[in-house]
């Protein structure tokens, strides 16, 4: 999901409770190092203590809420959709679902992994609401325009253009975090719509970069591993510094 707030870089923050991981490095043999990385014991230890006494319920895909990294199912290549499928009512709640929310968390776009599901299928808009929340200037540099809902099922992306834009970006897998992250300025998808009808959308400027961040989820790909790293940022951190 590309998340409009983190766009403007001031967006609602929703703080989340990390489950830290501490990093391990070590010298491996031919100087290649390995980074390990592995749940601290007692997050496991206190996480199954919790579930035993509490009886907590874990939720079963698709989800209700957005995944978050570290979640295995945004690191692995989505599953392609067998065209017969895209009609049957299973699929079709699948999709509404997700139009729910992506509506729901005020994203402009959301694909499949993000609620637990690992197919090739995303959706997005960017509603006249969504513009008003830029000024003009930002709409006329940031090439922004109202799209309406689109479905698009195993898709294929062809980057058009060796422009390449950069602006701040984030994924509300990644809450709270935005970071600059370049992207081609033109694109074109072609896929499947939300009948089973072959599309194409040969477009520009923001859209394209909403299709290039959403298109990547597919491919268990995340906006950090695009970003400019240095510039990776908490939305919160002012908080941290206040008394
Ligand atoms: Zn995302």
Redo the contacts with the bound molecule.
């Keep these: ?2 998340r409009q707030g983190c766009i403007r870089a001031v967006g609602v923050a929703v703080l989340w409770s990390s489950a830290s991981r501490s990093v391990h490095i070590t010298s491996a043999q031919q100087n290649l190092t390995r980074v390990i990385v592995k749940q601290p014991f007692y997050l496991s230890a206190a996480f199954l203590l919790k579930k035993a006494i509490w009886r907590i319920k874990m939720a079963t895909p698709p989800y209700n809420h957005v995944t978050q990294v570290g979640d295995p199912v945004l690191r692995g290549k989505s599953d392609p959709v067998h065209p017969q499928d895209i009609r049957t009512k299973e699929f079709q709640d699948l999709i509404q679902k997700m139009v729910g929310v992506m509506r729901k968390t005020g994203g402009v776009g959301l ?1 499949a992994p ?1 609620i637990g599901v690992a197919q090739q299928v995303f959706v997005m808009e960017f509603t006249e609401k969504h513009m008003k929340g830029f000024s003009e200037e930002i709409q006329k540099a940031r090439e922004m325009e109202v799209v309406p809902l689109k479905v698009f099922v195993n898709p294929s992306l062809k980057i058009l253009s060796d422009n390449q834009v950069v602006l701040t970006e984030g ?3 990644l809450t709270g975090f935005s970071a600059a992250t370049p992207r081609a300025h033109e694109v074109e998808i072609t896929g499947l719509n939300e009948k089973g009808e072959p599309v194409t959308w040969r477009v520009c400027g923001y859209p394209a970069r909403i299709l290039q ?1 959403e298109y990547d ?1 597919l491919q268990g790909t ?2 950090i591993d695009r970003m400019d790293t240095r510039t990776f940022a908490d939305l919160q951190w002012p908080q941290w510094n206040e008394k």
């Design positions: 999901m590309l694909a993000q994924c509300l897998s961040h989820h995340l906006y």
